[in-house]
């Protein structure tokens, strides 16, 4: 597919971040911290971006930072009081790993952690935002590890460049595009609430099967959902299934709530940074913090790696998605599935962060509209808004196919 050039690039960007040709040791030039009213700032100035990995210890608490070796030219840290940091250690853990401990008086929690890229007069930083939690808390959160950094991959890299794996093969060109289905919600998570108890993680799931077996019935396509049955998955968990997989489009579903319940119809959503209007806004806010529900936030795990790949990847994809929304919403006109006012619309769902799949995130209608709700949980309505999104995926996949022949 279109992609697999994208695949490539993906891997040449890999290869020189951490291939020995940019071997010269990281700096971390300054070490500094903010205090906030929710939250404590750690931000390390590196002189180039670079790949880590943060997690807490306990007994006694600590603050652990790895990353690949590095040259010590932050001088000593100071902290705030309230920081709650006692004493900061650095040295080598290993070939290839430097590792940093904060010394910590009270359990912590950390909230996000990822690279934030330098620009003009400004150095690439490790950014750590982390607050104070709870013992029974920090308890189930201590074995999270945020950030990708694998010491054992490093040492190899290091060590020698023959031992990278190779760039996956491309697909065979007979091969059926797979498309990745992800239905909201699940388990504990119920989604929004419609009437007589209906919630949306049942009518997403009823939808994503009718959806899978139109799609695999027209022959044309290999699907994979990211839930088949009443089980939670964590919003990351959802990107990585796709990426895992290597899909070539990822579509999640759902059926949200809206303040105003007599609003109805679908929309259609893409990434972007900034939401289209304030109703989308919340409608994402909302949808972000479905991890919350199982206690733990984690739906920002990955911005490490969608900071670094962002910039490359993102933008190829972004377009892509903006080009299958636009075709899903045409679909839904011709095929009389009603849709919102500007049926497409964007905003920062956690779930359309794979930086080389195009995705959409579909709100079929609203639970909080009591008809709609209704018409979503009869199969005739399923499976008119399948049958539309079908057609658009094969609009979709006709217009990728024209695009590869010029
Ligand atoms: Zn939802």
Redesign the pocket.
């Known amino acids: 597919m279109a992609l697999k050039s994208l695949h490539f690039a993906l891997t040449i960007l890999l290869l020189t971040l951490f291939s020995p040709l940019n071997a010269r040791a990281l700096n971390i030039e300054s070490v500094r911290f903010g205090l906030y009213e929710e939250k404590t700032r750690l931000v390390l100035d590196l002189d180039k971006p670079a790949d880590f990995r943060v997690f807490v210890l306990s007994e006694p608490y600590r603050m652990v930072i790895d990353l690949p070796s590095f040259e010590w030219q932050a001088g000593e840290v100071q902290s705030p009081q309230d920081a709650g940091v006692q004493a900061t250690r650095h040295g080598n853990l290993k070939p290839g790993i430097s590792r940093i401990v904060f010394d910590l008086n009270r359990p912590i929690s950390i909230q996000k952690a990822f690279i934030l890229p330098g620009g003009v007069g400004k150095p690439d930083r490790l950014v750590i935002d982390f607050s104070n939690v709870s013992l029974s808390l920090f308890e189930q959160i201590k074995s999270t590890v945020h950030g990708s950094l694998d010491p054992d991959k490093i040492q190899a890299q290091n060590a020698n460049i023959a031992t990278l794996a190779p760039p996956p093969p491309p697909k065979p060109q007979d091969q059926k595009p797979l498309i990745i289905i992800d239905p ?2 699940g388990g504990i998570d119920p ?2 609430s419609g009437p007589h108890g209906l919630h ?1 993680k049942k009518v ?1 799931l009823a939808l994503a099967k009718d959806l899978k077996a139109q799609l695999e019935s027209s022959g044309k396509y290999r699907v994979k959902m990211t839930r088949a049955d009443n089980t939670f998955i964590k919003l990351s968990n959802r990107v990585k299934f796709a990426r895992k997989h290597e899909g070539d489009l990822f579509i999640s579903l ?3 709530s809206m303040e105003n319940k007599n609003i109805s119809g679908a929309s259609v959503y893409t990434l972007s940074e900034k939401a289209s209007d304030a109703q989308t806004a919340k409608l994402a806010a ?2 972000n913090k ?1 991890d919350l529900i199982a206690g733990i936030d984690l739906s920002v795990e990955d911005e490490d790696v969608v900071g670094i790949l962002m910039d490359l990847a993102m933008r190829d994809t972004m377009n892509q998605s903006k080009f299958f929304a636009n075709t899903l919403v045409n679909s839904f006109n011709a095929n009389g599935v009603k849709t919102l006012p500007r049926p497409h619309r964007y905003a920062g769902f956690a779930v359309l962060k794979a930086p080389d799949i195009p995705s959409v995130l579909i ?1 079929a209608g609203f639970m909080s509209n009591d008809k709609e709700a209704n018409l979503l949980n009869t199969s005739d309505h399923r499976q008119k808004i399948a049958s539309a999104l079908t057609k658009g995926i094969d609009r979709y996949f006709e217009q990728v196919r024209k695009n590869q022949r010029i």
């Open positions: 909201g919600h989604g929004a949306e997403v759902h059926a949200d909302r949808e479905a709100e």
